[in-house]
């Protein structure tokens, strides 16, 4: 086994501790994990994200769930519209983009940076997001207005998710806040489902485009995160979920500007 390897299993528990404690985040952390420490083509490393983050989010899921801490309701309510426009955008959209997007003078934009830009633009906005919650959050209540707003946010974050191969928890989190009456925790239970239904839906779009999968790799990888998730449960009874979300934040705020550099940057 490689040493590329080994590392990126062990950040893997770091992964699963991280969807365990707050719900969201393991594609913000797998997808950079598969790209810059396994060496796997950016394209492919999201496909990858989407297997290891689905199954991962499903596993936390059924723990949270037993412990009462899912609105199934909502499951349903973001998980059908995310689950059609994840699939759809990996089966068809990412697919379709062309190797070179455009080219300017010496620069090409070439696709596998795109996503990655595209990835570090996401995750730049959901950590203000996190770290300033709106203040908001605990004083909407749920009608008819609120339902087909998240009808459509829920058709967004798949489109989203879907282009950057990832979960959509850090934006689901936020939504369910916003425009629903769940607490913090069970925000957290509900995101894990949601995201597992559309992270897992993504990759069925990819293994219909019949990509060349690294089986050992995404089941070692999954693995350990899975042991994670279990690690982030235990912890998260310990600790207060607004301390969770801020940190966190912080932390995705300087990964998102990091993978901006390097890409435009450090070729």
């Known amino acids: 086994m490689e040493n ?3 590392i990126s299993y062990v950040l893997a528990v770091f992964v699963g501790i991280t969807m365990g404690l707050i719900g969201s985040g393991g ?13 796997v083509d950016p394209v492919l490393a999201t496909a990858y994200s989407l297997f290891a983050v689905g199954t991962t989010a499903l596993f936390g899921g059924i723990q949270k769930a037993q412990q009462k801490l899912v609105d199934f309701k909502k499951v349903i309510l973001f998980g059908i519209p995310t ?11 990412v697919k379709a983009l062309p190797e070179n997007i455009f080219s300017i003078s010496s620069f090409t934009m070439k696709k596998s940076v795109l996503i990655m830009i595209v990835f570090a633009v996401v995750m730049i906005a959901a950590a203000f997001k996190m770290i300033k919650p709106s203040a908001e959050t ?10 087909i707003t ?43 489902f949601i995201v597992a239904i559309q992270s897992l839906s993504g990759f069925l779009g990819d293994l219909s485009n019949n990509y060349s999968m690294d089986w050992k790799l995404l089941i070692g990888f999954s693995a350990c995160s899975i042991i994670g998730v279990l690690i982030g449960n235990v912890l998260s009874k310990k600790i207060e979920g607004s301390k969770l979300r801020t940190g966190f934040g912080y932390f995705v705020l300087v990964m998102g500007v990091y993978i901006i550099i390097k890409e435009l940057f450090l070729k």
């Open 83 to 93: 689950l059609i426009s994840v699939f759809l955008t990996r089966k068809y959209i």
């Open 4 to 6: 590329s390897q080994i």
């Open 138 to 147: 605990t004083h909407k209540n749920e009608s008819k207005k609120s339902y």
């Open 27 to 39: 594609s913000i952390l797998s997808v950079p994990i598969f790209a810059y420490v396994v060496g």
């Open 150 to 192: 998240i009808l459509f946010l829920a058709i967004l974050i798949g489109l989203i998710a879907g282009f950057v191969g990832a979960g959509g928890g850090f934006l689901i989190i936020p939504a369910l806040l916003l425009y629903t009456k769940i607490p913090m925790k069970t925000a957290v239970g509900t995101s894990l």
